[in-house]
């Protein structure tokens, strides 16, 4: 694996020789950082500190147009499908990376869905490690570090003065390539800094649960009464669903405009009545306590039995955004201890 | 460019035919494809689904209620019950729908060959079970005894009444119908479906039994199977639940880790009473 560093006041200039294609980063907007495309590329632009919001709308858009129709003469659309450039997604943390590598398999397997998938295959992935967790991060529980490579093409590491950049894939390389004149190798002695420094980060996380037998647990209690007590503080607003980078759950809305329309899907959530309410009344998940059951057992045992990996990268915002301290963690526990 | 799973087949309703009337009333829709081509490669089997829409409006899965030996063609019965299938209800012949599928798994009838079949339906839940019987009709010597039972609340509420009235006529096949409160001029059973299945007393040597109805009709039918000597293995339904994409990515529809778009509408009990949330 090749090893390169970037100094810290080439990061802009880096980033400039990938004008090429079009750029996603996080950038503050009014009063939160979130991802999205950069435009105008200079040094007040970026927000590097962990996100609070994930990526996944770049990929996964959380309105996102399927195709226009006509109801006249019957014309469907769905032209607007492929990205016009190849893209680089700069700047998201190795949990939020991982996050694509269990989209992926959603998407790709039996039906492959164009939507996803042309967004995904064209976007190369530049990370950056994370330095700083946040409380409810316990990532190191669920087969993630602070500075996994997994599902990157590029990963950065932050050193006191510079960037160490792992290149991790051919992609990666290419990047690699194009702004080599920024670049030098990575000495040994950098190398060692940059080992210390990740498991420094790796102490600071403060959170963990041993999540091996999960499933057969999850699988075994699904009658018990405990997912009431789990459920009776959620008010079930949904923001665990929209904050979490795994979840990929839609709805499908037609919106109709004067003779034509179009189809789109938007991001639903498993904590609302309505997602699958059927239309005689009946509805199979009837109160908080089976929609926040499917949740957990979406992603530690259907996630696993489906596709061989949890629903979970173990980034707590779940934790972290619930207004009434609905907290995965003590809920895993409880269950661990029945 | 990839092929669009979610982009639907324009499809021309060419009849429609009233089963019941009423506030939920159940129509039957026999749809034609646009294009030739896609028409004719357009192979389901029976117990597979289809997204029926209307654009502007939204889709929403149907049983194929027509056997894949009835080609050129396919059938759905729709009960009115939401926004879609109300919009479905207000559509006339000669207008345009659209289709995607045919979706999820099947009854398996290639195994089913040289057995007896006996297939239990209450009201629209026959739609799947018509399907099923006319395609051991037009492949009837490849199945042993077979048995209709069939029930809906009253004889206004019975589905494929001409249909069924032929079929009694047959000396192969054996019709079993009955309404649940008795009527004037009815000279059939009356109560329940299970009871009148527990009447009949199917064998269950080399017997399969396929149930679709109300899930409380099916609780019951099955418990009456399992008095009557049926394993597991020989009994078969269909789960419904509220569906979107069709294709297994958007995550309401599961029972357990099973998609019902996917991995079913089909299950046999064997696997059925092994999954929490039925």
Known sequence: MEKFILPKEKLIDFLK??????????????????????????????????????????????????????????????SAMTPKKQRVMFGLRPCDARSFLILDPVFKQDYPDPYYLEKRTATILIGINCSEPFTNCFCTSVGGSPASQEGLDLLFIE???????????????????????????????????????????????????????????????????IWKDLAFKCIGCGI????????????????????????????????????????????????????????????????IDKYGVAGCVGCGRCISFCPVNEDLIENLMKIKKL | MMKNPYLPQRA??????????????????KLVLADKASQENFVHKSGQCAMVGILGVGESMISISSSPTQKGYLEFSIMKMGKVTSALHNSEVGEVLTIRGPYGNHFPLEEWKNKNIITIGGGIGQAPLRSVINYIQDRRKDYREIDIIYGARSTIDLCYKEELFDLEKRTDIRVHLSIDVEEEGWDKFVGFVPNNLLRIKPSPKNSIAVTCGPPVMIKFVIKSLLDLGFSDHQIYTTVE??????????????????????????????????????
Not at chain 1, 46 to 69: A, C, H, R, V, W
Not at chain 2, 248 to 270: I, T
Request: with cysteine.
């Open chain 1, 159 to 225: 050193l006191p003065n510079s960037y160490f950049v792992e290149v991790i894939s051919p992609q990666g390389k290419t990047i690699v390539e194009e702004a080599s004149s920024l670049l030098s190798s990575a000495s040994p002695e950098e190398e060692k800094i940059k080992d210390e420094i990740v498991q420094a980060v790796k102490e600071k996380i403060k959170r963990n649960i041993e999540t091996k037998h999960l499933p057969e647990k999850i699988e075994k209690i699904f009658e018990n009464p």
């Open chain 2, 12 to 29: 021309k309703i060419e009849s429609i035919r009233p089963e019941t009337r009423g506030e939920r009333a159940i129509k039957t829709f």
């Open chain 1, 17 to 78: 020789a990938l004008e090429s294609y079009d750029l996603f980063a996080p950038v503050r907007k009014e009063e939160v950082t979130v991802f999205a495309q950069v435009n105008k590329i200079d040094g007040t632009t970026f927000d590097f500190k962990n996100q609070p919001l994930t990526p996944k709308g770049i990929m996964f858009p959380q309105t996102e147009s399927l195709f226009t129709f006509d109801t006249k003469t019957y014309a469907m659309n769905d």
């Open chain 2, 241 to 278: 639940n509220r569906m979107k994409c069709g294709i297994g990515k958007c995550g309401r529809c599961n029972v357990g880790s099973f998609y019902v778009c996917k991995d079913g509408p089909v299950f046999s009990y064997e696997t059925l009473k092994q999954l929490s949330e039925i």
């Open chain 1, 240 to 303: 665990c669903t929209y904050t979490c980078p795994t979840c990929y759950c839609f709805d499908i809305q037609d919106e109709v405009l004067k003779g034509g329309g179009k189809r789109q899907r938007i991001w639903d959530s498993c904590m609302f009545k309505e997602y699958t309410l059927h239309a005689s009344g009946h509805n199979p998940r009837p109160t908080r306590a089976e929609r926040l059951r499917n949740r957990i057992y979406h992603k530690f045992k259907q996630n």
